[in-house]
């Protein structure tokens, strides 16, 4: 992990296009602003690990779950 020390007003590059600046240090916060082109995704830490961890979790599927899924998808009804 790189760590830098920047103030207010400074910022720095990563690549050719994607720009981060400090705007402003108050209390025990830190505003910065982004730069970067329009499809490049950004998200806040908390934020990207929620969608990481709903994704893997999306991925698990229960046979009996499947099982009900095709059937009702093949029309058909499930006794249980």
Not at 7 to 15: F, T
Not at 33 to 54: F, W
């Amino acid at each position: 992990m790189l760590v830098l020390t920047r103030r207010p007003g400074e910022g720095i590059v990563i690549g050719d296009n994607i720009t981060i600046k400090i705007i402003e240090v108050k209390g025990g916060g830190i505003r910065i602003g982004i730069d970067a082109p329009r499809e490049t995704k950004i998200y806040r830490q908390e934020v990207y690990d929620r969608i990481r961890q709903e994704n893997i979790e999306a991925t698990r599927w229960d046979m009996a779950d499947l099982d009900i899924l095709s059937d009702d998808l093949a029309g058909r009804t499930v006794k249980k």
